[in-house]
């Protein structure tokens, strides 16, 4: 495989372009043998000229990041792994596939930009170098994935498998340098042992240890798995599942639900919160939580953002068409909506193609967003959200541990109190004091107010008396699709007239 110390010019098991010149008077004589002196000519002046041009120009690594040019990638790693099990099989040996997956690259790349991300991929793939056997290949698949394939050997036990996953991984842990920052490293591994994998090929192989690495993936920073047979068919199925969500979101079948917030000094709507369903076509209506999981697994939770602020905004328009008076609509938005800097001016030109001003859009932020985040585009995104006239939202207030000043840093303008503070309320004097407490922050701070979960009359008196602003729950309405509010809104205005006042805030 060549010295440790070489910085990836070797291609698993192939020969590298740089040897070849090691042959060039071999091959000049043999042009001679064969042609000649007008051969010979030929050959020492133009053979150089080829062999200098191939080592320059760019090959089949072109696309790899610098500093690995010269590692293997996909098609060698499968070459590579075909000759192992090729030559195990003739000899009553085996071998093992191992792909090592970097933690959390995509959050590196945001904090600390590209040149970062590509410092710890190229240390990375030398520290994981400088761990392996003689004789064993390693490949840079792509992201921060790295596969390897280990030189057959008499015998090869999970166990074994398990400590070279875990060198692999104590390769990865001291710090990496790049810059002035000092970068920690984790990484997920999956293996396969040839005996386990599907069929006796490279690509299966390969594809095995793929599989077993997203598991590991999927159970956490820094876990192991071993392939399993059971292992494909989840992802056959989590797969099934991402090309549904995909046709649901794209034919309409996930779409919003509408669910009303009444100002509690006069019973106005306020607003709405558009909450994500899904109306299944076997299965009926969805719940978020019923889905969810499987939009995040599938990479569709920008997708889905997509289509909630578009009929958000489209709901918006016709209830002004129709002389429905609806000041805001309230649209959930996730880390990673707010961490795509181009999130501005998408919502900017969308607010423009609805004939909309800003301020009738409520940006939802859940606390935990703002307590756990220490993006500075997250920050960035919201604060230009903010001056662009949208109001901010941090939804489940007091679940999250969001501190004064994340508050503050994140320009909010209203707290959505988490329902949890609001059960009850009329009857539990700790409720009271807890919500009280939390009230009399939002005033010190100038913030409004909403409580999330108002399911009684009671709980509906009692949070107005303690001066919470707005009221939201299923004691109110639950959400409705759109054709619904038209009537409920209607309904609404008219009682209006007829409802009295319960009041302002207790003394």
Known sequence: MGSRGERFIWVGGQLRRQEVLVFLPAMTLLAFWAGGERMLILTALGLPVVLLLALVLPGRNAAAPEG????????QIIATLDGFLGGAESAGWTTACIVVQIDDLCCLLERHGRAAWTEVIARSAERISAALRQGDSLAWLSGGSFAIALRHVRRLEVEELMQLAVRMQAALAP?????????QVTCCVGFCPADSAPSSSGRSLLEAAQIAAEEARRAGPGSIRSYAPEMAGLRASRCALAAELQAALEEGQIRPWFQPQICTDTGAIS??????????????????????????EAGLVERLGEVMLQQSLRALQDWDRAGLRVPTVGVNFSAAELRNPRLVDRLRWELDRFDLTPDRLSVEILETVVAETDSDIVVQTVASLARLGCGIDL??????????????????RRLKVDRSFISRVDEDRDQQRMLSAILSLAERLGLDTLAEGVETPGEHAMVAQLGCGHVQGFGIARPMPFEDTLDWIARRQASLSSMPRIGHRAG
Not at 68 to 75: D, K
């Open 395 to 412: 939804d489940d207030f007091g679940t999250g541990h969001a501190s004064i000043g994340n508050i503050r840093r994140f320009t909010v």
């Open 175 to 183: 710090p990496i340098h790049a810059g002035a920052a000092r970068l």
């Open 271 to 296: 607003g709405f919160e558009a909450l994500a369903r899904w109306l299944h076509p076997r299965r009926g209506l969805l719940h978020p939580a019923d889905f969810l999981d499987g939009l995040v």
């Open 68 to 75: 690995l040019g010269g590692l293997a990638q996909r098609p």
